[in-house]
Nanobody, 114 residues
């Protein structure tokens, strides 16, 4: 059974930091490109950052130089280190795995107060 379980969200003040984790199981994690998406109320889900199976990364312009995506294939876990958080980063954050199939987690809420 495939599972992607996000954790690490919460309430933080502007300028603070959070580290999200996404624990994966039920598929060959190392072979999958992984990504973080987010969806704010009333807005479409958008790509935050992506890391390929080989470790190449890509970031949305809005989070460049503030967020860092990483993966630990031995622990089958995806991470998102978020620094210098802004109120506009408030959203539900989802992890996604893509290769032969596409899998989504259930999301974790991040709220940044001003």
């Amino acid at each position: 059974q495939v599972q992607l379980v996000e954790s690490g969200g919460g309430l933080v003040q502007a300028g603070g930091s959070l580290r999200l984790s996404c624990a994966a199981s039920g598929f060959t994690f190392s072979m999958y490109d992984m990504a973080w998406y987010r969806q704010a109320p009333g807005k479409q889900r958008e790509l935050v950052a992506r890391i390929t199976s080989s470790g190449s990364t890509l970031y949305a312009d809005s989070v460049k130089d503030r967020f860092t995506i990483s993966r630990d294939n031995a622990k089958t876990t995806l991470y998102l280190q978020m620094n210098s958080l802004k109120p506009e980063d408030t959203a539900v954050y989802y992890c996604k795995g893509a290769n032969y199939n596409t899998y989504w987690g259930q999301g974790t809420q991040v709220t940044v107060s001003s």
